[in-house]
């Protein structure tokens, strides 16, 4: 997901909401997303204008391939939910979780290191000395990228917010849909429901819906498929796999046949 900044939400709210939200996602190679994505980056925004770049992510190495693709990036941060989520686990709700929750913030290397050796020492069983352990590395892997930007050496403007709406974007948009629930998928299911979900986060569903000229009739139940659709708040499987005696000639199967071929296969 990109956004250029933030605005109230309503007028005299203290809620903000992202400016200029793009979402982008799909099934593809690492090397191919971001060469896909930058692309599309370059075309919705204008990255010559003065301010500050920041990526944000958990710590899969995937990411740090952006730098390839996006040059014109500030700061690769890691993301504040997932250092809070691996710093929970490796101690649970032990004396050292604020001492070293409050190095890490102070980016203190030194005292954080000495108190996740304490930590380990202090742990009875191998499980949960190898926890520590598996902290402290993550916590050093990604040592440079854990300040918040606004710590950084960087000219942030008076109202930079947190980043803390990637992680629930990525649940609503397509966890909650793809991978809760005990929900499984083939790979070719997987990437034709993300495509889907992608298109109408974007607003193009409608627009590939009607892509291609057909007869009245045809064009009628669309249209009826789509209210229905865009009634519901995302793609639900009602919508989609819905079927009647004659699976072929139903409407949402011809729906959700046609919109996956009309769909981009770009995974972003």
């Not at 380990?120 to 040592?143: A, F, P, S």
């Not at 298109?199 to 627009?207: I, Q, T």
Request: hydrophobic fraction near 30%; proline fraction near 3%; charge should be positive.
């Amino acid at each position: 997901m990109a956004y250029t900044g933030w605005e109230t939400r309503y007028l005299n709210s203290p809620e903000y909401r992202v400016k200029n939200k793009k979402v982008f996602g799909g099934c593809a190679e690492s090397d191919q997303f971001w060469q896909e994505m930058g692309i599309n980056i370059w075309q919705h925004y204008d990255l010559g204008s003065k301010g500050v770049t920041v990526l944000n992510g958990d710590g899969a190495g995937w990411i740090d391939k952006a730098r390839i693709y996006l040059p014109f990036l500030n700061y690769r941060m890691l993301d504040g939910y997932h250092l809070q989520r691996n710093l929970l686990r490796g101690l649970r709700r032990s004396e050292f979780l604020p001492r070293v929750r409050k190095a890490v913030t102070e980016h203190d290397k030194e005292k954080t290191i000495e108190l996740l050796n304490e930590a380990k020492g202090y742990r009875r069983t191998q499980k949960d000395k190898k926890k520590v352990e598996d902290l402290k590395n993550y916590i050093l892997d990604h040592w440079d990228n854990i300040l918040d930007y606004r710590e950084k050496d960087i000219p942030t403007p008076e109202e930079a917010r947190g980043m803390g709406i990637i992680e629930s974007n990525v649940d609503y948009i397509l966890a909650d849909r793809l991978k809760k629930q005990g929900i499984s998928w083939s790979e070719k299911g997987v990437e034709n429901i993300s495509r889907v979900i992608i298109a109408h986060e974007r607003d193009e569903l409608e627009r590939l819906l009607l892509k291609e000229e057909e007869s009245e009739t045809e064009e009628v139940s669309r249209k009826k498929v789509f209210r229905r659709f865009k009634s519901n708040q995302k793609p639900s499987e009602d919508q989609f796999f819905k079927k009647t005696s004659e699976p072929a000639e139903g409407a949402s199967y011809r729906f959700l046949k046609d919109i996956c071929r009309n769909v981009s296969k770009s995974p972003v």
